[in-house]
């Protein structure tokens, strides 16, 4: 085995999504992105094979040419570890946007800091602040 990429499937999103998560995570950028043309499966100009990095982690996605009885689950999440309270309060706002909040900001005991929502895409995000980042807030 080479490597394992994780792969999201989206219904006509996918673009916006992977910039929206580019803009908001530093060290991160769009690979590849390749769209589909006139005469093919898809809907043209949506994506049909694109591949961004998130802190040197690679993803693939598309836009599904087929509509599915499915989509994301919040069973399979994205966890964001933060290293200051500014940080993880920017990503949380940023990614609520037109999402769901599954748990708010808040001290559950396992964390001193942690959110958990489901952002505008159907992507679910668990946003923690590292032990030292909440140490670094004191």
């Given at each position: ?17 992977m ?7 530093e060290d ?6 390749v ?6 499966q ?14 040197g ?5 598309i ?11 919040p ?8 290293d200051t ?10 990614l ?14 396992f ?13 679910s995000?668990q946003?923690?602040l590292s032990s ?7």
């Amino acid at each position: 085995m080479t490597k394992v990429t994780p792969f999201l499937m989206f219904q006509g999103h996918a673009e916006k999504a992977m910039n929206t998560y580019i803009s908001l995570i530093e060290d991160s950028e769009m690979k590849s992105l390749v769209r589909y043309g006139a005469d093919e499966q898809g809907k043209k100009g949506s994506v049909k094979h694109g591949v961004f990095s998130l802190k040197g982690q690679e993803f693939m996605c598309i836009d599904s040419p087929v509509e599915h009885d499915f989509t994301f689950t919040p069973s399979f999440s994205m966890f964001l570890t933060c290293d200051t309270e500014a940080e993880i309060d920017r990503f949380y706002q940023e990614l609520a946007r037109g999402g769901e909040v599954l748990m708010p900001l808040g001290d559950y005991g396992f964390s001193q800091k942690f959110g958990w929502i489901v952002d505008q895409f159907g992507i679910s995000w668990q946003i923690d602040l590292s032990s030292s980042g909440s140490k670094k807030n004191a």
